[in-house]
């Protein structure tokens, strides 16, 4: 055996390292999938309960059977026709779409300044901009809608969505952090050639962080969706209801203290929450990865 053929025949001859997976015992696995499969069933059941009582007659619409015997589509057509609940949508998605489209881009620009611009005191304000979340939104309700009546636009749906032109605390926490894990020398690169702060936001930041705005423009629209307090407090005018304070209505009439009849109720519930678990399910990939992503 030769020098050069020794070393050789000694390294085949080693055995190979394994590396060991950590295995997962059988019933710790069944336990984790009972658990996801409980956890599942807990959250699913309202909702189930929701469109099974819809379907319902009015003798029947308490009783705990999850599959409606008759079945009454009666009830979806009914409350259709009593109210205006196109309208309603019509208004709660163009709300939505804007106070979620302000919010998204005004937040995405303070972000953006505190992520990338080196000033003095860029902590401490960004600190204050944090405190604010500890304000309840209680404490300037009042104010708010004093303002908005001395330029006499306390009776519009401008209020509900024209607030987040200013940003939300939480939203630009949660960019800036997004806007701090992208490379530095991509904007470096930029600088170099020439590209303006407006540029490089518009055609490097936003691209790269587009997971993060799609869960900002969700949290928003289903915020925007969902709000009652402030549909309560500056729309007077049925045609401009939203789709809470439309179902605030339906609810005086139909439900407690109305006409009893609760199917109606169920059913008008059933619409407005349609729409928000077809968005999820649309932007569920982007979603996910703007939460786990940064």
């Known amino acids: 055996m030769s020098l050069v053929e020794a070393p050789v025949a000694a390294t ?14 059988a019933g710790t696995r069944v336990l984790s999938v009972l658990a996801l499969v409980l956890t599942g069933a ?45 309208l309603w949508i019509v208004n709660s998605l163009l709300v939505g779409v804007a106070a979620a489209a302000t919010a998204t881009i005004s937040s995405a620009v303070v972000a953006y300044g505190f992520a990338r611009f080196r000033f003095r005191g860029r902590n401490v304000m960004f600190g204050l901009v944090l405190a604010t979340m500890m304000l309840p939104g209680a404490v300037t309700m009042v104010p ?24 939300s605390a939480f939203y630009v926490f949660l960019l800036r952090q997004f806007f701090l894990g992208l490379p530095g020398e991509v904007f470096d690169a930029a600088k170099v050639d020439g590209a ?13 962080t587009v997971p993060a705005m799609i869960v900002v423009f969700v949290f928003e629209l289903k915020a925007a969706w969902t ?21 605030k ?13 609760w199917e109606l109720v169920l ?6 929450t349609a729409p928000m678990i077809l968005l999820f399910l649309f932007a569920q990939r982007y979603f996910v990865r703007g939460l786990t992503t940064q």
């Open 267 to 272: 059913a008008a519930s059933t619409i407005a």
């Open 227 to 247: 709000d009652l307090i402030k549909p309560l407090i500056y729309l007077r005018d049925t045609d401009f209801y939203t789709l809470p304070r439309g179902l």
């Open 42 to 86: 807990a959250f699913l059941y309202p909702l189930i309960w929701l469109i099974s009582s819809s379907l319902k007659d009015r003798a029947h619409v308490f009783d705990n059977a999850l599959i409606p015997d008759p079945v009454a589509f009666g009830n979806y057509v009914e409350v259709w026709q009593a109210v205006p609940l196109l």
């Open 12 to 25: 085949v001859a080693e055995p190979a390292e394994s590396i060991e997976k950590p295995r997962t015992h």
């Open 196 to 208: 303006g702060h407006l540029r490089t936001f518009a055609r490097i930041a936003l691209p790269l």
């Open 144 to 167: 708010v809608y004093l303002e908005w009546h001395a330029v006499g636009l306390a009776t519009t749906q401008i209020p509900l969505w024209a607030q987040n032109l200013f940003g």
């Open 249 to 261: 209505t339906i609810l005086d009439r139909f439900g407690e203290g109305g006409e009893s009849q």
